[in-house]
């Protein structure tokens, strides 16, 4: 995924209400802009952080600046979870996402479970279908492990869940980990910051979810996905 348009350098002052940030353009010019992620952000909102931003000349737009990168211990890190949807799709299409590229048709955003939308939907008249629920992935505590997630998420465990009645019900159902960083090889649920999630994640798995994660190559110009990680599943014997 390429952006519309060059990012903007500038130093993170502070982010604050989920959706605000202040920061300080290289010229000096302090402006307020807005954050799309409304999660933690664990490790990613250090003040003095480089951080690179979009610009929005819509006059409906409240903040002409939208955060878009962070840079935390010398890489880059995308935060907007707008953006893990395409990124995946591409992911899908490039195969590197077992075979989901070999599905003749894709859509996004579909009804399924209960009251929910899946990311995406694939199609093929001879596999039937496989449902598709992707995550952003930011957090990293230990050089090389990406992690999710970085606070409680009961939505998350939610669609765990109903990826698992999907299974039942004689489809596919893949949980897809989209990291957003370049610097790990190893994808892991943190237990510690959300043990719920992490036994939903156990449960998915033993009802025959599939998980896979993907890192991305994240610079100012683009952020497009890397290739596949490694995903540390659970051992199944032990539940």
């Not at 899908?92 to 990311?119: F, H, K």
């Not at 959300?194 to 100012?220: L, N, Q, T, W």
């Amino acid at each position: 995924m390429n952006f519309s348009r060059p990012l903007v350098p500038a130093t993170l002052v502070q982010r604050y209400k989920r959706f605000l940030f202040d920061a300080i353009l290289a010229d000096g010019t302090p402006i307020t802009g807005s954050c799309p992620n409304t999660g933690s952000m664990r490790g990613l909102t250090a003040p003095g952080s480089p951080i690179w931003l979009s610009e929005h000349d819509s006059p409906t737009r409240k903040y002409r600046h939208m955060l878009e990168i962070v840079e935390a211990d010398g890489r880059l890190v995308g935060i907007n979870t707008g953006l893990p949807n395409r990124i995946a799709e591409e992911a899908i299409a490039a195969g590197q996402v077992s075979d989901l590229d070999s599905y003749s048709t894709l859509r996004r955003e579909q009804r399924y479970g209960r009251n929910s939308r899946v990311d995406i939907l694939l199609a093929d008249p001879l596999k039937g279908l496989a449902y598709v629920e992707v995550k952003n992935v930011h957090f990293s505590r230990v050089g090389g492990l990406a992690e999710f997630p970085d606070s409680p998420t009961e939505r998350g465990a939610k669609h765990l869940e109903e990826l698992g009645d999907m299974v039942e019900a004689g489809h596919r159902a893949i949980m897809l980990y989209l990291v957003q960083r370049n610097d790990c090889a190893l994808f892991r649920i943190c237990r510690e910051l959300d043990p719920a999630y992490a036994r939903a994640f156990e449960r998915a798995i033993a009802r025959g979810v599939e998980a896979y994660a993907v890192r991305c190559a994240v610079s100012p110009a683009q952020i497009v996905p890397a290739g596949p990680m490694i995903v540390d599943e659970p051992v199944l014997a032990v539940l």
